[in-house]
């Protein structure tokens, strides 16, 4: 399918998505929404896919939710559109993993954006920020609530009322994103780092994906509960049989997904 605001390849097992509206920065339109849940589900129901690598260009991840699109709008319409709702519950729908690989700005919905994927890669030159503030608005799909919880109180309220962005090594100090790399060399990185999780069994890394994200969800104690049954439920499985075969043979395991 032929596709407006991305470009969409695969490189063996894993599905790469480029966000692709360099006019606007990656500015999220609902095109562009709605085009990135067709792609993201076409990726998880295609067997041949175990990871899907999320990113834009050097200059910008996406540098928000489209605001030329938003200034258009009342309170009435965003309201009985649920604005951004059906985008957010789609997004987090997605059982592979999804790993973002974020360059230049990730700002308001683009943070956002790179903050529901399952984890984040970021280039040397990655911006981080939540500046809705200055537009009279805060952010609406999760730049309160998951920066909060990656990143703790004291930056995720300095950010959200100062609108400053975030560099990527502070934004590595600070827990909100596991590695950083060159820029001219992210995309190769992400790249590698995905073709690896692609190597899994893929009902493990579904259950890993499940898990780790349960724990943002609930107590402690229910989140170690679902833990050990999806664990107890992957030895249905004949990955679970062939990968303790494949160490007590000490031979590589041949995982087939089931
Ligand atoms: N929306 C629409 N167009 C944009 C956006 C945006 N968010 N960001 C940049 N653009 C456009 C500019 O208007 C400009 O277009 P044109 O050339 O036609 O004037 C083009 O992209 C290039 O931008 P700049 O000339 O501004 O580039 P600079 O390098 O000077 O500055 C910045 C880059 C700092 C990133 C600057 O563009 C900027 O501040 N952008 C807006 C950042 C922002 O405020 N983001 C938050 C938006 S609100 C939001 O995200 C709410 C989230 C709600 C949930 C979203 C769910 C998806």
Known sequence: MAYE???VETRDH??????NRPEALNALNQKLLGE??????KFDEDDAIRCIVLTGSEKAFAAGADIKEMSEKSYVEVFREDLFTAFHDDFLRIRKPIVAAVAGYALG????LAMMCDFIIAGDN????QPEINLGV????????????????????????TGRFMDAAEAERSGLVSR????????????????KIAEKPLLAAIAAKEAVNRAYETTLAEGVRHERRLFHALFATEDQAEGMAAFLEKRAPQFRGR
């Open 126 to 129: 990655a911006r981080f920020g």
């Open 138 to 161: 805060i952010p609406g799909i999760g730049g309160t609530q998951r920066l909060t919880r990656f990143v703790g109180k004291s930056k995720a309220m300095d950010m959200n009322l």
């Open 109 to 112: 919905g683009g943070c956002e």
């Open 36 to 41: 990135l849940i067709c792609a993201l589900r």
């Open 5 to 7: 605001t991305l470009i």
């Open 180 to 195: 950083v790399v060159p820029a001219d060399k992210l995309l190769d990185e992400a790249l590698s780092v995905a073709a």
């Open 14 to 19: 894993v599905g790469l998505v480029k966000l």
